[in-house]
């Protein structure tokens, strides 16, 4: 392993530390070395406190060996002024002579203005290590910037036979418990790493869901729903304003509160790209569907999806709620005591 894919592989490390945290705002960990010495380190801890690479030079103890060091950043440098001033203006100032940058940043804001501004300074700029590791480290990031519409996880649990659920017409009858108590786990893990998270009217009415972390640490999603009458009853867990919530709807009458949110759309004109469009403006660079079958087999025909988690169980239903298709390729697979785990990907290459 080369020196330079050795101190990547810690930015990498340092940047996932904040999972869940940073949001909308990528995941970024930046080293410094001197005479192969890592001296500083830092990454970017929450949404809004400073970047990586200010850290990283701030923890440097003895400041002249700057004027001799790499800096190591898993993601460009950025130009512009936001919460925090640029770093790329504090990179020039310390006069840190080479960096390493594993991606650009697909940021109009930035998208070359960092590398532009360290090459116009004499820095030596290397780009490109390991940038398929840093890509997918910030894919929801990269999704959100370059497409405007939040990357979109796909997840559900399904029998053996390929069922999600019985045949239910009303909310006395609960889900048949398909997953167990470490996939109920990882569900949890994939709430806490997406900014938001959507279910169907019927999913919503059915099962009355809370949508909320319990199982894993980290902050709750937003919670969304499509209700284009009012299907949802008032005392349900998604309307009681404990969480933030979006609730898409034809009803015009609605009225909104700090936590409870109703955005009227019509339904008959592309719902998804509409829904999708809007939460893009408001921030939120990522989608957990977690249901239901409807829903989901309408994200896959619309092609607006990324990824899909599956998880198979050994139970069999023999009748019920037909689990949707992705229809592409198996990108990854992994088996756990009675469980399957199989990850669908809708794109061959990401950039």
């Given at each position: 392993?080369?020196?330079?894919?050795?101190?990547?592989?810690?930015?990498?490390?340092?940047?996932?530390?904040?999972?869940?945290?940073?949001?909308?705002?990528?995941?970024?960990?930046?080293?410094?070395?001197?005479?192969?010495?890592?001296?500083?380190?830092?990454?970017?801890?929450?949404?809004?406190?400073?970047?990586?690479?200010?850290?990283?030079?701030?923890?440097?103890?003895?400041?002249?060996?700057?004027?001799?060091?790499?800096l190591?950043?898993?993601?460009?440098?950025?130009?512009h002024?936001?919460?925090?001033?640029?770093c790329?203006?504090?990179?020039?100032?310390?006069?840190?002579?080479?960096?390493?940058?594993?991606?650009?940043d697909?940021?109009?804001?930035?998208?070359?203005?960092?590398?532009?501004?360290?090459?116009?300074?004499?820095?030596?700029?290397?780009?490109?290590?390991?940038?398929?590791?840093c890509?997918?480290?910030?894919?929801?990031f990269?999704?959100?910037?370059?497409?405007?519409?939040?990357?979109?996880?796909?997840?559900?649990?399904?029998?053996?036979?390929?069922?999600?659920?019985?045949?239910?017409?009303?909310?006395?009858?609960?889900?048949?418990?398909?997953?167990?108590?470490?996939?109920?786990?990882?569900?949890?893990?994939?709430?806490?790493q997406?900014?938001?998270?959507?279910?169907?009217?019927?999913?919503?009415?059915?099962?009355?869901?809370?949508?909320?972390?319990?199982?894993?640490?980290?902050?709750?999603?937003?919670?969304?729903?499509?209700?284009?009458?009012?299907?949802?009853?008032?005392?349900?867990?998604?309307?009681?304003?404990?969480?933030?919530?979006?609730?898409?709807?034809?009803?015009?009458?609605?009225?909104?509160?700090?936590?409870?949110?109703?955005?009227?759309?019509?339904?008959?004109?592309?719902?998804?790209?509409?829904?999708?469009?809007?939460?893009?403006?408001?921030?939120?660079?990522?989608?957990?569907?977690?249901?239901?079958?409807?829903?989901?087999?309408?994200?896959?025909?619309?092609g607006l999806?990324?990824?899909?988690?599956?998880?198979?169980?050994n139970?069999e239903?023999?009748?019920g709620?037909?689990?949707?298709?992705?229809?592409?390729?198996?990108e990854?697979?992994?088996?756990?005591?009675?469980?399957?785990?199989?990850?669908?990907?809708?794109?061959?290459?990401?950039?």
């Amino acid at each position: 392993m080369t020196y330079d894919l050795k101190y990547m592989f810690r930015c990498l490390q340092l940047a996932k530390i904040a999972n869940g945290f940073v949001a909308p705002n990528p995941m970024v960990g930046a080293v410094i070395v001197h005479n192969h010495r890592i001296i500083g380190e830092g990454y970017h801890h929450r949404y809004g406190d400073a970047h990586a690479e200010p850290v990283a030079i701030h923890s440097v103890k003895d400041k002249g060996l700057l004027k001799e060091a790499t800096l190591y950043v898993n993601l460009e440098p950025c130009s512009h002024f936001g919460k925090t001033p640029p770093c790329a203006n504090l990179i020039v100032e310390t006069g840190i002579p080479k960096v390493v940058i594993g991606t650009s940043d697909p940021n109009p804001k930035v998208s070359g203005g960092g590398i532009a501004l360290l090459l116009q300074a004499g820095i030596d700029v290397v780009v490109g290590v390991l940038e398929n590791e840093c890509y997918e480290l910030n894919k929801r990031f990269f999704i959100w910037q370059q497409e405007q519409r939040p990357f979109v996880l796909l997840k559900w649990a399904q029998s053996r036979d390929g069922y999600i659920d019985i045949k239910r017409n009303d909310a006395q009858t609960g889900p048949v418990q398909i997953s167990n108590l470490l996939t109920k786990q990882l569900t949890h893990k994939y709430r806490a790493q997406n900014q938001s998270i959507m279910v169907s009217t019927n999913t919503a009415v059915l099962d009355n869901p809370s949508l909320s972390v319990r199982r894993w640490s980290g902050k709750n999603p937003v919670r969304i729903t499509l209700d284009r009458t009012g299907r949802i009853p008032s005392d349900y867990h998604l309307l009681d304003q404990s969480v933030p919530t979006i609730v898409f709807t034809e009803q015009t009458d609605k009225t909104s509160t700090e936590k409870l949110e109703f955005i009227p759309i019509t339904f008959s004109e592309d719902t998804l790209r509409q829904v999708l469009t809007i939460l893009a403006k408001r921030g939120i660079h990522s989608v957990l569907v977690e249901g239901g079958s409807q829903l989901l087999s309408n994200f896959i025909a619309s092609g607006l999806w990324d990824e899909a988690h599956v998880e198979i169980s050994n139970l069999e239903l023999h009748d019920g709620v037909p689990a949707p298709s992705p229809g592409v390729l198996v990108e990854r697979s992994c088996l756990m005591e009675d469980h399957q785990w199989i990850d669908y990907i809708n794109r061959t290459k990401k950039f």
